[in-house]
């Protein structure tokens, strides 16, 4: 439908922004991803199971 000049000249500027875009977006649902798993980890290893980090924790730091 275009010419090949139009064409050449007017594809790789909204390819390159929704492809920019979508890669950005998906960056940052993984970075959302593994914050909110790693702090629910955390939050795990921290309230439920503090005590046997200790008892983990006291002998490695005395060796």
Known sequence: MFPSSSSASSEPGPFTIVISFVGFA????VLLQTLELGLHLTSILTSDSQTPIIQLSLPFSGL
């Open 26 to 29: 998906l960056l940052n649902l």
